[in-house]
């Protein structure tokens, strides 16, 4: 403890130290055995032996002298276990949820083709088209009614043939096969006089006539025995649309998401329907929310900068150009509108800063998504490299 008095109050940090070394070996072995746990690890400062948090915060920063190896050992895995079991639990579900959708998508496939040859299973393929919400609504109605018309196999179905029936009513009317969606309804009608499923799908046919007001007096006459029911008010919006009253959509989604707040499919519409109306910077909100509500997506920050690069201006140039780049690191360097996007956008800060600079605007991060580009096209369309050269040449990047 003497020493330790004498020694002076500020020291440089020393290098590493061999438990420091330990750790960082056993957080090798665990990146080496799991996949995608390297994500929940710490990153450690070999000069200074400062641990960072997954969002580069400063956690802990110990020296080699100060603590010995199962004390360190100790802090480690302190530190960084809440974080591994959340994460971990995360990915593992995650995986799991990628492998279960994957292996559906090839059985849809597969069933689909044997369906069409007449040797599949069509209780089978409307089950999967059901579960994967695959809009496949030619092929639903025909093969959907080759089960109905038919009193045996009808008969296999159970309880499951008013499913059917619902299910080729409305890929009937996504087709406008009105005759077939009425015969459907009129069956489901009879079976279930006061069900409000019934109830919609009447609407919904109404409005496939083209019968606005008769579709919105259905849905008012649902909303006030379930005020709440969110299909309902999907489809006043849609009714709204359909006339082309985007005022009318819009002030229709607002009251929506003013109680279903999460639904992203209402955001994006209701940002697509202020683009429509050339409110860029209510469109630039919605997709803000998007953002925010999924991260990972690189398709809410092309369409954010999408926005701003249209809005025009030194700041939102620059913001477009930021979130271009977030982009193409979210798709890992596979969007090739996201590029196109970097190039427009430093075309434009330069043309607005002025051409006599001696310093462009972040050539290196463009002069890469040029060569990408032309890479590209010459790889998958070798006979428009040219083109692209020459109008890529012409923004003077």
Not at 120 to 128: A, P, T
Not at 311 to 340: D, M, T, V, W
Not at 341 to 366: D, F, H, P, T, Y
């Amino acid at each position: 403890r003497e020493r330790e008095r004498e020694r002076p109050q500020q020291q440089p940090p020393l290098p590493l130290g061999w438990n420091w070394a330990v750790c960082l070996r056993i957080q090798l072995v665990y990146v080496a055995i799991i996949p995608g746990l390297h994500r929940a690890l710490f990153r450690i400062d070999p000069v200074a032996g400062i641990f960072y948090d997954i969002d580069g915060n400063l956690c802990h920063a110990p020296t080699a002298s100060s603590l010995s190896l199962w004390r360190g050992l100790f802090i480690y895995v302190l530190i960084c276990r809440t974080q591994l079991k959340d994460l971990l639990a995360g990915d593992c579900t995650r995986w799991r949820a990628d492998m279960v959708g994957s292996s559906d998508q090839a059985e849809l496939v597969r069933v689909e083709r044997e369906v069409d040859e007449g040797v599949g299973d069509i209780r089978q393929y409307l089950s999967l088209l059901r579960k994967l919400k695959a809009r496949r609504s030619q092929k639903a109605v025909k093969h959907g009614l080759v089960l109905l018309k038919s009193s045996a196999l009808r008969n296999t179905l159970g309880n499951e043939v008013w499913t059917v029936y619902e299910q080729v009513a409305i890929a009937a009317l996504d087709c406008h096969a009105l005759d077939v969606a009425q015969d459907c309804i009129g069956v489901l009608s009879a079976k279930f006089p006061d069900s409000i499923r019934v109830e919609r799908l009447e609407g919904m046919w109404f409005e496939a006539k083209g019968s606005w007001q008769q579709a919105d007096k259905i849905y008012s006459g649902i909303l006030e025995e379930q005020p709440l029911d969110p299909q309902i008010q999907k489809r006043r919006v849609a009714i709204a649309k359909g006339q082309g009253n985007l005022a009318g959509a819009v002030e229709l989604l607002r009251q929506y998401l003013e109680t279903f707040m999460a639904d992203h499919d209402a955001w994006r519409e209701l940002a697509e329907t202020y683009i429509s109306l050339q409110k860029y910077n209510q469109a630039a909100f919605c997709y803000e929310e998007l953002i925010l509500m999924q991260t990972s997506s690189g398709l809410w920050h092309l369409k954010y900068a999408d926005v701003h690069y249209t809005i025009g201006g030194l700041e939102n140039l620059k913001i477009s150009k930021k979130y271009y780049a977030a982009a193409i690191k979210l798709s890992g360097g596979q969007n090739l509108r996201a590029l196109y996007g970097i190039c427009l956008a430093a075309a434009a800060i330069n043309q607005v800063k002025g051409r006599g600079k001696e310093e462009k605007e972040g050539s290196e991060l463009q002069s890469l998504a040029v060569s990408y580009i032309i890479k590209e096209y010459k790889r998958k369309c070798h006979k428009k490299k040219d083109i692209v050269s020459a109008v890529l040449d012409k923004l003077q990047i």
